[in-house]
């Protein structure tokens, strides 16, 4: 039943990594390293031209495995409006600061994935960049993977 288990696992997260890797801008993937507890996975994200002008649209994938088993994360990103120094500059409240985009539950071979979009006002004309950065972390706070520092920019 396990090994069943973790083939389901293996399944889900290749596919999800096949489709996100061929839809992810070069610059905009990264892996999801461990800060504290255990883990480690993929962040993707992809900015459409959607809504051009009107709202920002992005939509991305997270997937992780090596997990807890059976444990609840929220998936997060925050932005820093001062982009390509490769240093993301965390604001302590939203709009900028940490936004929950989706929730994803590790199965019992400690391996989960979940797809998000976010809509919002766009933070610049077509053309402006600012970076972002993701973490996954359990919603008890003891299990915490971060992605690099990335720019993104407005389609």
Request: proline share 7%; hydrophobic share 45%.
């Amino acid at each position: 039943m396990k090994r069943l288990v973790l083939l389901i696992a293996l399944v889900t997260l290749t596919a999800v990594g096949a489709a996100s890797v061929a839809q992810a801008e070069p610059g905009l993937q990264s892996t999801l390293t461990a800060v504290s507890g255990q883990g480690t996975g993929h962040v993707e994200v992809s900015p459409t031209a959607q809504g051009q002008g009107a709202v920002f649209v992005a939509e991305g994938a997270a997937a992780v495995h090596g997990a807890l088993p059976n444990m609840t994360f929220v998936v997060q990103r925050a932005i820093d409006f001062t982009p390509n120094d490769g240093v993301c500059t965390i604001a302590p409240a939203p709009p900028a600061g940490w936004i929950t985009l989706t929730t994803l539950t590790t199965s019992e071979a400690g391996a989960g994935a979940a797809h998000f979009e976010r809509v919002a006002p766009p933070p610049g004309p077509s053309g402006f960049q600012f970076d972002i950065v993701f973490r996954v972390m359990s919603t008890d706070g003891t299990q915490l993977m971060m992605s690099d520092c990335m720019t993104v920019t407005v389609k």
